[in-house]
């Protein structure tokens, strides 16, 4: 086990390896580019020459990315171009942000999402079960932008009872939350019940289920006891993988309430071509997703007695 | 109910035989009322994209009078004064008809859906047929690429791509192929290395037959199944997608109407004038429920048999 745990976070580590390169190649090969991201579009080439002999940009490739990924290790990405300061100090309280924002969506994705499709999976077939299942088909059909675009009508336009963005410009305000983890729920929860529902009516045509049926026992203690255990294993992984979904959402969610998080700053400085911004912003969005994933890789061995890697 | 299958199951020699083979799924969506309602939603957009021109009461592009209200939703933001017009779903700010935007609208992402996830399906089936047929370090080689694709998260790829080569049409659908690809690779991988044990496979193999032979002709058509479900979802995905790449203003290039553009354009002003994003909003959102609707009912049918 401990073998499996170290080999997973090994195979990490390359994939971010990779990425990392692939980053670098894909922003920083052309340092001419990078100079006129850097220091401006009406800098004389002379000018740019000097930046580029001083920032050591005239070193070979190899060594270039080498040392650049020295920095990166210790969590030194460079300088933002469009917020005049080290890029950690721009980078970590948003990403702080966003873990909030992301804590109460998955703090209301998860229970709904699992009872949901415990429900829907008991009796297979059955009208709940369609009903369940015909509305996580429509909440996922709703891109976030749109059910942004609905809920904001509501609250803000119809019923006026919920403050129109989520800036947190007066400090922090949980109201201002709501719409925005209403997005991500929304949006999230459907494929998350429609996997627990599928995992539950797997185990529920199980023959130890059955047994444990026709041997007498009640109900209830059949899907405590003998059902769930099983049934949430794969659930577990869906949630961990659901993480990279919900980077995506809140991407959408953020700049439409214009909150100060993580994903709108990744738009941003995409937009403005903000170079080591971008490279810090997709690094740390990929860490997260490979992150989830190793972790659901890990734990789903764990929890599954049937597999085991070695 | 002998009927439709008797025909499917009997085929007219040809061309027209060939495609009902391959779209025989989808006719089979009549034995599901889940997969009726999806084929109905899809089939009313395209219906409308077809007949845009005759659908659309004005040119999308014409500015008019600016942020009218629907005539059948007025409230207090809305200017007051009186104009010849008639505006179904209201104008937006610059005074172009919604309704119009949104009827052209429906053109631009029926096309572009469906060609981006063509391209992808192109791509993603090759990778997927060699990777699964030639296995060793050809699939080494894709898988490890696939892998490398996937860690990233979707709408990041899709802003790192189009935000450094530019938003175009081309980039978008270049974009769409580059991060789905993988994906359909996977799936088709997974397929093809359990039909390549087949006995079909290795008498094609003993007749000598080439190995693109083997892949697009015995062990392709034997994938459909799946596919055509994933390919009903993916439409879906590629539609948010589309969409999303506009609403952040990294889609198809002003100023022609595209439902995307058109909240990213408004959604400013959505608090005191919701008609201009709310209309486009719904016809996306009923767009990609018709497709996943549609995925769900084969679903349901593919595994009935």
Known sequence: ?310 | MAAPSADLALPAPGFGAALRKAIGPIGLLRESPVGMVGITLVAFWVLVAIFAPLIAPYDPLATQDPFRCPPWWQHSYCPTNEVDNFYLLGTDHLGRDVFSRLVWGARKVLIYAPLATLCAYTVGIVMGLCAGYYRGWTDNILSRFADLILSFPVLVLYILIIAHFGASAVNIVVAIVFASGPGIMRIVRGLVLDLRTREYVAAAETRGEPAWWIMLVEILPNARGPLIVDACLRLGYVTITIGVLGFLGLGLPPPDPDWGGMINETRSMAISFPHMTVFPCIAISTLILGFNLMADGLREISLRD
């Open chain 1, 1 to 310: 086990m401990l073998l499996f745990i170290l080999k997973r976070i090994g195979f990490m580590a390359l994939t971010m390896l990779a990425v990392s390169v692939v980053l670098f190649a894909l922003l920083e090969i052309d340092k001419e580019k990078v100079a006129v991201r850097v220091i401006g579009q009406y800098t004389t080439p002379e000018q740019r020459a000097l930046w580029l002999e001083r920032n050591g940009y005239n070193r070979p490739i190899v060594e270039r990315y080498v040392s650049w990924l020295g920095h990166v290790a210790i969590g030194d990405f460079g300088r933002s171009v469009r917020y005049q300061s080290p890029v950690a100090d721009v980078l970590w309280p948003r990403v702080w942000n966003t873990v909030i924002l992301a804590t109460y969506a998955l703090g209301i994705i998860v229970p709904l999402s699992l009872v949901l499709g415990i429900l829907a999976g008991m009796r297979e077939g059955s009208k709940l079960d369609r009903a369940i299942s015909v509305t996580c088909i429509g909440t996922t059909s709703v891109p976030e932008f749109a059910s942004a675009v609905f809920i904001a009508a509501l609250f803000v336009f119809v019923l006026g009872i919920l403050p129109g963005t989520s800036s947190m410009a007066d400090g922090f305000n949980v109201l201002e939350l709501v719409m925005p983890v209403m997005v991500l729920v929304l949006y999230d929860f459907g494929y998350v019940a429609r996997m627990t529902r599928a995992s539950m009516a797997e185990v529920m045509t199980t023959q130890y289920v059955r047994t444990a049926v026709l041997a007498g026992l009640p109900y209830a203690r059949v899907i405590w006891k003998y059902a769930l255990r099983n049934a949430l294993i794969a659930p577990f992984t869906v949630i961990m993988l659901q993480v990279n979904w919900l980077l995506s959402g809140v991407i959408v969610v953020e700049v439409f309430f214009s909150y100060k998080g993580f994903g709108a700053l990744l738009l941003d400085a995409s937009l403005s071509q903000d170079v080591y911004l971008i490279e810090a912003c997709t690094l740390v969005a990929v860490f997260v997703a490979v992150g989830t994933q190793t972790i659901a890789d890990i734990a789903y061995t764990y929890l599954n007695p049937r597999i085991r890697f070695t």
